[in-house]
């Protein structure tokens, strides 16, 4: 059973969802542990320091708590501002500057640090990030140093108070919960590859009977090479269509057909023309649908033939027939549709 065609399919398509599920879960590890050490300060808040406590730092990055709170004893006005230029597009001329934060200086007690806070403040207690002086404030240092008494007090320290804005919850419920999705995309994939019988896709063929015996004689169509069309993404074959998915196939009887009708895409790169898809919409009386990208040259051929094996169905598109099928008025159509199947199938 292995070499049969949905058993191929099948494991094509869990292969599919365990490599998925492997990369989704891969990177988020990866993401959650790189930001594992700003996501911890974020979750946990602010560690109060003293002024002395903060001068002693000389390496920050080696801090596991590097969000702290701490209070000066003064705080100066601004010595630097950060922001944006909007430029004219005819004279480039600036029009504007938008500020986005602003750098002060703190002592702390015979020491002074630069802060980083959106709009400067007389408030001489801060929280933010303890890190090292960025290189985008290096030249705003050198500046400063030029007075040798502030030379001797200016520590290479930045309590950016920016820092932190929420942004580690952000991060750690996004990656967790993808972490958690990639997990049970493995868990599903490797149940699927054990037990053909876990696929959803399989299980619903209880509709049609004993499901071993419903995919015997599905296999036993598919291995009839003169009866079967076969493209890209559809197997055609007496009574069964059979559209491959991503993950695996779903399999309709003919029976179940209810609207079909062609789809074109037509492409473009920068308004210049470049080629078009040509697609098939399926729709059964489950009420769902799918889409299947066909080549060109089975396009025609593939509609004549679910034609012929079921002339219950509508054919074609309509705006008034889409408008039923995504409205309340849905089972009426499937309803009048099964009738025809019958009334044909009776006489």
């Known amino acids: 059973m292995r070499n049969d065609t949905i058993a191929k399919e099948l494991r094509r398509g ?201 995919l015997a004689e599905i296999e036993k169509e598919l291995s009839n090479g003169e009866s079967v069309f076969r493209c890209s993404m559809l197997w055609l074959t007496e009574n069964w269509l059979i559209t491959s998915k991503l993950t695996g196939l779903e399999i309709r009887s003919v029976k179940e057909l209810v609207w079909i009708y062609p789809q074109i895409t037509r492409h473009s790169v920068y308004g210049v023309p470049a080629g078009k898809s040509n697609g098939l919409i399926i729709c059964d009386s489950s009420g769902n649908y799918t889409q299947v990208h066909l080549p060109a040259d089975d396009f025609d051929y593939i509609g004549e033939s679910l034609r012929k094996r079921a002339p219950w169905a509508f054919f074609g598109y309509e705006l008034e027939r889409e408008q039923k099928w995504h409205k309340k008025t849905r089972a009426a159509m499937i309803a009048e549709v099964q009738e025809r199947r019958v009334a044909m199938e009776n006489k």
């Not at 300060?41 to 002693?56: D, F, S, Y």
């Not at 944006?84 to 500020?99: A, H, L, M, P």
């Open 14 to 214: 869990n292969i599919n969802m365990l490599a998925t599920g492997l990369c989704v879960a891969i990177f988020s590890c990866a993401v959650l542990v790189l930001t594992a050490r700003t996501n911890l300060n974020e979750l946990l808040g602010p560690v109060a320091m003293t002024p002395a406590e903060v001068i002693k730092i000389q390496d920050p990055s080696k801090l596991l708590r590097y969000y702290i709170s701490t209070s000066g004893s003064k705080v100066s006005g601004t010595v630097w501002k950060d922001g944006y230029e909007t430029i004219d597009r005819g004279d480039k001329s600036v029009k504007s500057f938008t500020v986005t934060s602003e750098i002060q200086l703190l002592q702390l007690v015979d020491k002074m640090v630069l802060i980083r806070r959106k709009q400067s403040s007389k408030d001489t207690s801060i929280a933010g990030a303890l890190i090292k002086v960025p290189s985008e404030l290096e030249v705003v240092a050198e500046q400063l140093c030029k007075d040798q008494k502030l030379k001797a007090q200016l520590l290479p320290l930045l309590i950016d108070s920016t820092r932190f804005n929420w942004g580690g919850y952000f991060v750690l419920i996004t990656f967790t919960t993808l972490l958690i999705c990639g997990i049970v995309c493995i868990y599903t994939a490797i149940n699927r590859l054990f037990d053909k019988f876990q696929n959803p896709n399989i299980k619903s063929l209880n509709r049609f009977g004993d499901v071993p015996t419903v």
